[in-house]
């Protein structure tokens, strides 16, 4: 996400911190390309304007960067807290109601993705709190969407009260009566998706209004999709006047490159992105961090975000046994495989490596193929389980039977097998406390 913005960026950031000091030249040239690169991910201008201008005054008045040494580090220090401050500054979340349930209000327009986004933040809800959540479906415009709400409810593992086809209620009806449902059911969460509207439809924004008359959520939040660049941040506007809401729910952010609506709409509207789509998947929903997406965008990683990932796979004492596993010099190929499922559960694994410092940068314009690991993982599943459990007895005409199996060559599983034997020669070297040499191992692999 946002790749073409970080891209101008980071190249910008590099050009000072190449400098050995720093003029005022220097920073007014340094601006210049900022303020371009912002302009150019359609980032609003009067946002751009007053994000350059804060920049520039923050790095004139800091005694240590105009005529100072190796002042470079501190000008992308300042560009990061002034990005993090644009992309809403400090992290904010649901604020829950005392008395359950909180009820969340979904507002947005006919294709932002509300319904999908409703369905995953029940899902999020029931991992991340332990919520027992509901979704109420009260979008009877669109056709087929009370269904979608069924389908995906199922998937999240949430209750989804709908109306039958043919009862004749009305949307404020079915918002009424999914409530009363949700007090009878002890139910700590209802989510109301209501239906998708043009900005300028005033019959469905009035309908839009008697919903939260009936419901009265103690939180609304307006799903925007990413994509749209300017036009989020206009129907954003559009909605805080009709509705005042509370939050943002950014979807499609994982195809944004750009990045002007997620920087644009809490300067504009005041409102913080609360949420964040980052894929089609029912688990695909975060929580929007403004910190660590400004660093994300300068090519500093994003090892919170990934601590997490993996926490949220990895129990802890599977940890463990794993750790006794290595240091014992014990771990198979079927140890790799179950490894390999819970990394990819983390999600796409450009996404996953670009999270690490230093090496988004590297890996942008690279084309990782995520179907790599899926023949890697049909290699392994086509091995025995004594094979797999006994690498060292893949050889000859077990390879040809493996590779078969897999749909691949020999050379693939033979590629496979010896980079397996290197690595669990690294691990060995690290169980015993030593540092393995590694230019003799990529040696070898050659």
Known sequence: ??????????????????????????INAATREIRLALLEADVNFKVVKEFTARVKERCLEDPTIVGGLNPGQQVVKIVHEELAALFGGASAGLAFSPRPP??????GLQGSGKTTASAKLAHYLKRENSSSVALA??????????????TMGERAGATVYAPTEGDGRDAVAVASWALDQAK?????????DTAGRLHIDRELMDELVRVRGAVKPHVVLLVVDAMTGQDAVNVAQ???????????VMTKLD?????????SVKAVTGKPILFASVGEKIDQLERFHPERMAQRV????????????AQAQFAEDEAVELERRLRNNEFTFEDFLSQLKLIRRMGPLQSVLGMIPGLGAQLRGAKIDDRE??????????????????????????????????GTNVQAVNQLVKQFGQMRKVMKQVGRGRMPDLGALMRQGR
């Not at 909180?102 to 507002?107: F, G, S």
């Not at 009878?184 to 109301?192: E, M, Q, R, S």
């Not at 195809?255 to 920087?263: F, I, K, M, Q, V």
């Not at 690991?373 to 004594?386: F, G, Q």
């Open 1 to 26: 996400m946002f790749d073409v913005l970080a891209e101008k960026l980071q190249a910008t950031l590099a050009e000072v911190r190449g400098h050995g000091t720093l003029t005022e030249a220097d």
């Open 102 to 107: 909180t009820v969340v209000l979904m507002a």
């Open 137 to 150: 479906a009260c979008d009877l415009q669109r056709p087929a969407a009370v269904q979608q709400l069924i």
């Open 184 to 192: 009878a059911d002890g139910k700590d969460v209802l989510i109301v």
């Open 238 to 248: 559009e909605f805080a006047d009709a509705v005042a809401f509370d939050g943002v």
């Open 255 to 263: 195809g944004d490159a750009r990045g002007g609506a997620a920087l």
């Open 298 to 309: 300068l090519g500093m990683g994003d090892v919170m975000s990934l601590v997490e990932k």
């Open 373 to 406: 690991l899926d023949r890697v993982e049909a290699i392994i599943l086509s091995m025995t389980p004594e094979e797999r459990r006994n690498p060292a007895l893949i050889r000859g005409s077990r390879r040809l039977r493996i590779a078969k199996g897999a």
